[in-house]
């Protein structure tokens, strides 16, 4: 069974005079130890259906069909006490722009710590060494803990905001554009660690991004989204060799003439 499965799901925006249709009748998987990838284009759907795993869709969107199943449970059929157990603790996201996410009169050592002192209900001085350890792992030093989010760079904050949402080792992390404000060399240490999660606690990584880059640098599995439907999915392999739909067959190209250009400069 897999670890946790969309089922045809559905969801609408509704503003005053207008609806969008965000996603339609979307499906998709992971299986524990898996990472597997979302590629789409900006409004494709992606952070809609980031937001809809985590029960974190706004007044104005409406699950009109679809069900999200997370070791076998309905996770739309979760009340908000059911969640509690479930957000962070075994399903974590990294938000979209999470560099920006942080309270600014408030210390990154404060704020790690507090998260993790709710999440997983330990004493603060063990929350802030669990903190700094998870710095070091996304190559950041304790340091950092005495800082305030001014202090630090975009892709610093980035950085903190993926060690504090792999700290409480949730068995599902969901990434979405988690790299986008990181250089090229910090990039590669992100996916490296979230490699290495996958692969060394059995969690189950879903990588949601525009960048075939990145998702073909960790993936197994790609889910094709364009404008809020699955046009595509199956193996990286064959995805990157066989594209079918017209949109993986121009990212490809796109990709595949960036590298050639910058190799004949
Ligand atoms: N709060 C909202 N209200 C109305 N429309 C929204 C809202 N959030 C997203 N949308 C629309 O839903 C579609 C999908 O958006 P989104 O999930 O953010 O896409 P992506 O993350 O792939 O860029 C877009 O057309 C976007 O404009
Ligand atoms: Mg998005």
Not at 103 to 114: F, K, R
Not at 151 to 173: D, K
Request: hydrophobic share 45%.
């Amino acid at each position: 069974m897999p670890l946790l499965r969309v089922e045809n799901l559905t969801v609408c925006y509704r503003n005053k005079n207008e609806a969008t249709l965000a996603l339609h009748d979307f499906s998709c998987q992971v299986n524990a130890g898996e990472a597997v990838g979302i590629i789409g284009q900006s409004g494709a759907g992606k952070t809609t259906l980031a937001l809809a795993l985590l029960n974190l869709l706004g007044d104005r969107a409406v699950i009109e069909s679809g069900s999200v199943f997370f070791r076998g449970r309905n996770l739309f059929k979760l009340s908000p006490h059911d969640w509690q157990s479930i957000r962070g603790k075994e399903i974590a996201l990294i938000p979209q722009a999470s560099q920006n996410a942080w309270n600014p009169v408030l210390t990154i050592g404060h704020q790690m710590a507090e998260h993790i002192e709710n999440q997983l209900g330990i004493a603060r001085s063990e929350a802030v060494r669990r903190a700094a350890a998870a710095l070091h792992e996304v190559g950041l030093t304790e340091t950092v803990l005495s800082s305030y989010p001014h202090q630090l760079s975009g892709g610093m904050r980035q950085r903190v905001a993926i060690a504090t949402a792999c700290v409480t080792e949730p068995a599902c992390i969901i990434a979405d554009e988690c790299t986008n404000s990181l250089d090229a060399a910090h990039q590669n240490d992100v996916l490296q660690l979230l490699d290495n999660l996958s692969q060394t606690r059995k969690m189950a990584i879903i990588i949601i991004s525009h960048d075939l880059t990145v998702i073909a640098r960790l993936c197994r599995r790609i889910y094709v989204l364009y404008q809020g439907k699955l046009v595509e999915t199956g193996p990286t392999e064959a995805i990157l060799r066989f594209p079918t739909h017209p949109y993986t067959q121009k990212i490809i190209a796109d990709t595949q003439y960036l590298c050639a250009s910058l190799l004949a400069v």
